[in-house]
């Protein structure tokens, strides 16, 4: 069982930036590939970006290329999201997810996602 807590959420202007950070426990962390989603009210929750095991390998939707990031620090269990030049369309609840696959994939798929945190609020006022 892994269980995943988000941080860093809040309202922040357009052009503005947010880093979230997800903290894991539970399950070896960092054998696995884990990855950011955000669901807008009203809408399905979305894919935004992924990483494997060991930080290797990255993936983004295309919404978000060259603004957002995610990083991780397998010593301190912990993923992150620097998100960059928000715009008011990033508005949603972001969720941090962990896979089983210690394969070195990155995976966009949110089926592939065995865990999920509570999620946090993140606001972009234009």
């Known amino acids: ?5 988000e941080s860093g959420g809040g309202l922040v202007q357009a052009g503005g930036s947010l880093r979230l950070s997800c903290a894991a426990s539970g399950r070896t962390f960092s054998n696995y590939a884990m990855g950011w989603f955000r669901q807008a009210p009203g809408k399905e929750r979305e894919f935004v970006t992924a990483i494997s095991w060991n930080g290797g390998t990255t993936y983004r939707a295309d919404s978000v290329k060259g603004r957002f990031t995610i990083s991780r620090d397998n010593a301190k269990n912990t993923v ?6 928000l715009k008011p369309e990033d508005t949603a609840v972001y969720y941090c997810a962990a896979t089983t696959y210690s394969s070195g994939g990155v995976y966009s798929d949110r089926r592939r996602y065995a865990y999920w945190g509570q999620g946090t609020q993140v606001t972009v006022s234009s």
Do not use: G
Not at 80 to 85: C, G, H, P, T
């Open 80 to 85: 992150y999201l620097q998100m960059n030049d």
């Open 1 to 5: 069982q892994v269980q995943l807590v």
